[in-house]
Structure formats: C-alpha cells, structure tokens
C-alpha cells in the first residue's frame, strides 16, 4: 500500500480517537489525554497510538487502564467513522516526549542561570 495513503489514514486515525477518547468513552478514569501520534503499519493491521497524559503517575495508570478497556470499542468507532473493512487492532503507548522535554528545557535553563552568575559548583 502507498506511504502516502498510510500517513493519511494514521492522520485522520489521530483526529477520530482524540474525538472519540473525549466525546464517547465515559470512563471517569481518563483524564486529560492528548493523543499525540499514530503509527500506522503498512497493512493497515496494526496501529500504535501515543498518549499523552496530564497528571500523577497513579492518573497515567489509571488512564491507560480506562483506555486499554476501551480499546474495541474505540476500534469499532474508528472502523465506522473510516468506513474501513477492516479496522487496525490498537495499542495505545504512553509518550512522555512532552515531559522530557520540559526536563531538557528545565536544566538547560538552571545551567544558563549558573553560568551567568559564574556559579558552576551546582
């Protein structure tokens, strides 16, 4: 299948889920979820979905729980709302590139005060 046709489908993939995790999943184990990439094998078999998940570490847990549950049911939407013959099984990953950025942005920022101050003991 096209490269080109995948990245499409992972594209619009990427819109329904967020639309369905926030719209039709009523589990109130979720929380403030931010789907931020799909990885779509060439077959349209299988699917990777990253997550990124507001909170503590118990609400990480929680909300891939609540959405590992979900995972046929948001399949079965995404099958209708594609109009897919077959829809992708779903793995949902949680991506904490978001956090380790802010942890690169937040030492980089303490070593620019250091510096400035000529303080390099810490």
Do not use: C, W
């Not at 489908?9 to 990427?14: I, L, N, R």
């Amino acid at each position: 299948m096209g490269r080109i046709r995948v990245e499409r489908v992972a594209e619009q993939m990427k819109k329904e889920i967020a639309d369905i995790i926030r719209t039709s999943v009523k589990d109130p184990r979720i929380g403030f979820v931010t789907v931020t990439r799909v990885e779509v094998a060439g077959d349209l078999q299988h699917a990777k979905v990253y997550v990124s998940v507001l909170g503590s570490d118990e609400a990480k847990q929680g909300t891939m729980d609540a959405l590992n549950r979900a995972v046929g049911f948001i399949r079965g939407e995404v099958g209708r709302r594609l109009r897919m013959r077959v829809s992708p099984e779903l793995q949902f990953k949680l991506d904490e590139s978001g956090e380790y950025s802010a942890h690169i942005e937040s030492v980089l920022k303490k070593i620019n005060r250091n510096s400035e101050t000529g303080d390099m003991s810490r």
